[in-house]
């Protein structure tokens, strides 16, 4: 079944740590997004990528850095630099031959501060 | 800046009662989307409304779009205890075909 793989469900990050989420999709979409949410918030775009090899900054870029290598991975850096990590992140993917078409969610993966 | 802005945001009701969701925003777009979120989980889309006038029903969901009043409506019919979750809108951002501007969500409770 084609869908988006996210891991780990769950992470925890130490004072200083980078950490990387992966997000691979197997629908053969173009276009990729991460999402932060914050427990009882909407949805705040970090990053996107169109195209492999280009990516452009979302609304909450800073703290965050992400990689387009391949068009079935688009994994997120959450660096030392990102005072408050703690937040659900949810990766999203779609077509750019139908963008009619909703975005389609991984299952995420909730990130927190030891 | 494009604002989406959903209301109620907290909504508790019970079985057998209709209700609706609104779902303001702040500039022109042709195109809205609905998600349900359970506690804990992903984004489920619910529907996608591309024109003015669009209105997709889906059981006890019906979903509609006006774009001159800038406002969609979800409204929930005899509502049933499995429809307990969060709902999100979503507005493509005029500038870019792939960028949605979120609402808050409205989070449904629905007691038997």
């Known amino acids: 079944d084609g869908g988006i793989t996210q891991s780990p469900k769950y992470l925890f990050r130490k004072e200083g740590q980078n950490v990387t989420l992966s997000c691979e999709q197997n629908?053969?979409?173009?276009?990729m997004y991460w999402y932060r949410q914050d427990p009882g918030q909407g949805l705040r775009l970090i990053y996107y990528s169109q195209i492999v090899n280009d990516f452009q900054k979302g609304d909450i870029a800073e703290g965050y850095s992400v990689s387009r290598e391949k068009k079935e991975s688009f994994p997120l850096t959450v660096t030392s630099a990102q005072k408050n990590p703690t937040a659900f992140y949810l990766c999203?993917?779609?077509?750019?031959?139908?963008?009619?078409?909703?975005?389609?969610f991984g299952d995420g993966t909730r990130l927190s501060i030891l | 800046e494009l604002k989406v802005e959903q209301n109620p945001l907290f909504l508790s009701m019970q079985e057998g009662k209709n209700y609706t969701i609104y779902c303001n925003y702040s500039t022109t777009s042709d195109r809205l989307y609905w998600y349900r979120q359970d506690p804990g989980k992903s984004l489920e889309s619910l529907f996608v409304l591309l024109s003015n006038g669009a209105v997709k029903q889906e059981g006890r969901l019906m979903a509609s779009l006006d774009t001159k009043a800038r406002l969609s409506t979800l409204h929930i019919t005899a509502a049933v205890h499995d429809l307990s979750a969060t709902y999100f809108c979503a507005v493509e951002h005029g500038d870019s075909n792939y960028q949605l501007i979120w609402g808050a969500g409205t989070k449904l409770i629905i007691k038997p």
């Open positions: 999203a993917s779609i077509t750019s031959s139908n963008v009619y078409q909703p975005q389609h």
């Open positions: 629908l053969n979409h173009d276009a």
